[in-house]
């Protein structure tokens, strides 16, 4: 048992390095989702969701930025995060239009129960 869980644990390490060497090259949202997903222990699929309802597009889900924008409200990127949201988050100092930060910015949220600052139909 212990060495099948050294084994897992060993597969896991070698996807994430996966995951994180293909979105340096080109940031995939949907590879940021999944690991922002096992980073913070969240679904990707509902951030997707999320997103999808939010602001992100999948037509969009190869660019490094993703600024789609609500002048009305000030939100901005796939997430829709208004700045004053985007500042209580340990991300506050990278660049909250990049699609990938805004990944691990939300699921960062969803860890620490506030989910519910969403209000899209997928959140």
Do not use: K
């Not at 597969?11 to 390095?17: K, N, S, V």
């Not at 980073?39 to 993703?66: F, K, P, T, V």
Request: hydrophobic share 40%; proline share 2%.
């Amino acid at each position: 048992v212990a060495q099948q869980l050294v084994h897992e644990r060993a597969a896991w390490h070698a996807e994430r390095g996966r995951l994180v060497r293909i979105i340096r090259q080109r940031p995939d949202f949907v590879v940021s989702l999944q690991l922002a997903g096992i980073a913070y222990g969240q679904d990707w699929r509902a951030l997707e969701r999320c997103a999808l309802s939010e602001g992100y597009r999948r037509a969009e889900r190869y660019q490094r930025h993703n600024a789609r924008t609500n002048d009305a409200s000030g939100s901005l990127g796939p997430f829709q995060f208004l700045r004053s949201t985007w500042l209580t988050t340990p991300f506050a100092r990278l660049d909250w239009s990049r699609q990938d930060v805004q990944a691990h910015a939300a699921a960062w949220m969803w860890r620490a129960g506030r989910r519910g600052e969403w209000m899209g139909r997928g959140c």
